[in-house]
């Protein structure tokens, strides 16, 4: 029973590169959550998606930031033309269908982007 | 604009020292209070969830505690496999997103035998 699977667990990318993050939520969750946490700071939500559907994106940066979560396959962050600001570790929790949110929160490991 | 604080941002304890860590919150209408541990190179993991004024939760060592306006995560008898990042978090206002949380910057405790 494994729980919420990110990868790469470390990427390096030079500055006005793209990234992509991956998370397949835990066996029976549909919802996904993107946090990140920048050096110093505590985690701060991005954005919360259901199967093909972006449910709300208002904390992810304006520009630059999208994710999806299609009807096959796992949820995808894309950080297109990383600056330094962009290192940090991001995230990704899931929860199951019908439940209350957080109280169900599982998280993974993370994604340590460092932008050169 | 900080929801959540956290302090001390860093405790060092010796083994079997008592101690507790501190999370005061501003957001109005709580609607839940969470507690996670997190490990280096780790994600966050759940520890408690607090609801109400005066409610309290108990595991192992960890004993949290909630009031109006801060909550205290208490550690008795600490071990050294209790260092970690300890994560404080409030829900999100009604009619936002339930699973949004709002986390301080923790406290990283590190216990010493």
């Known amino acids: 029973n494994a729980g919420v699977m990110q990868n790469p667990r470390h990427l390096v990318r030079r500055r006005g590169q793209e990234a992509r993050l991956r998370c397949s939520p835990m066996?029976?969750?549909?919802?996904v959550y993107w946090y990140r946490q920048l050096p110093e700071e505590g985690l701060k939500f991005m954005v919360y998606?259901?199967?093909?559907?972006?449910?709300?994106e208002s904390g992810m940066p304006k520009e630059r930031f999208s994710a999806e979560f299609p009807k096959e396959g796992p949820s995808i962050l894309r950080i297109q033309q990383v600056v330094r600001g962009d290192s940090a570790a991001y995230f990704c929790?899931?929860?199951?269908?019908?439940?209350?949110?957080?109280?169900?929160?599982?998280f993974g490991a993370g994604s340590r982007l460092t932008v050169l | 604009e900080d929801q959540v604080t956290q302090s001390p941002e860093a405790l060092r304890l010796q083994e079997g020292e008592s101690s507790s860590l501190n999370c005061s919150y501003t957001?109005?209408?709580?609607?839940?209070l969470f507690w996670y541990r997190q490990d280096p190179g780790k994600g966050p993991e759940f520890l408690f969830t607090?609801?109400?004024a005066g409610e309290e939760k108990e595991k192992e060592r960890l004993k949290a505690t909630l009031t109006k306006k801060e909550s205290f995560l208490h550690i008795t008898a600490p071990k050294p496999e209790d260092s970690a990042t300890y994560l404080c978090?409030?829900?999100?206002?009604?009619?936002?997103?339930?699973?949004?949380?709002?986390f301080g910057r923790g406290t990283q405790l590190t216990v010493w035998p």
């Open positions: 607090l609801y109400s």
């Open positions: 957001v109005s209408g709580l609607r839940g």
């Open positions: 998606l259901q199967k093909e559907n972006i449910i709300d």
């Open positions: 978090a409030v829900q999100a206002p009604r009619g936002s997103t339930l699973g949004r949380l709002y």
């Open positions: 929790a899931s929860s199951p269908p019908g439940s209350s949110g957080a109280n169900v929160l599982t």
């Open positions: 066996k029976g969750h549909s919802h």
